[in-house]
């Protein structure tokens, strides 16, 4: 659960997990929720259910494999604030120098049929790299069984394990940079973001 001194700062940055959010258009709901929660129109939810319990009980451990599996010496839940776009954060799972490593849970089903990372976590790396610098990132999908969802604490992450590289795409990047810093802009002037006024200030 998120202290009301954590929720604050979120209510003042963009962190990499909300820039999925900002594509597509700034007109879809996702965007406009996200706006309103940062500029105090709404309140803070909190997400409560096996699977994000999953997920924070286990992160640690199995992080640690992948560590061990591919002999790195990682660090864990480092912060990381864009170099030149003040207030955009990248609260990553692990690092290692420069490189992010995101860490996921999937269900059986979905952990065998993937075969891609999913689109929402290739830009939250991508929002990650730009802030880290790194020229590829990381993401570590950990197969679960209800079982496992039961109880988390016995987890045992050994050979449930699947690791996609994200290569860096500066172009991509550029445009992630750009969305951000214009709802940055909207957060700071109260001003509700659309996708026309987006293109608009582009050409400023």
Partial sequence: MLTNEEIAVRRTTVGASDVPKLFNS?????????WEFKVGLTEHIELDNKYITFGNLTE??????????????????ERIEH????????????????????N???????????????????????????????????????????????????????????????ERDDKFIEELE???TYFLMCMREVKRPSEKDFKEWLKC
Avoid: W
Wanted: hydrophobic share 35%.
């Fill in 83 to 102: 170099t030149s776009i003040k207030s955009f954060i990248a609260s990553t799972d692990g690092l290692v120098g420069d490189i992010p490593i995101e």
């Fill in 26 to 34: 700034f007109d879809n709901k996702k965007a406009q929720d996200l």
């Fill in 60 to 77: 640690e451990v199995c992080l640690q494999q992948y560590f061990k599996d591919f002999e790195m010496d990682g660090v864990m839940n």
């Fill in 178 to 180: 750009q969305r951000v």
């Fill in 104 to 166: 996921k849970g999937k269900n059986e089903k979905g952990f065998y049929a993937l075969e891609k990372p999913e689109r929402d976590h290739i830009i939250q790396v991508y929002a990650q790299l730009s802030c880290t610098g790194g020229d590829f990132g990381v993401i570590v999908y950990n197969c679960a069984t209800e079982e496992d969802y039961e109880l988390p604490l016995l987890y045992n992450p050994e050979g449930k394990q699947r690791i996609f590289t994200v």
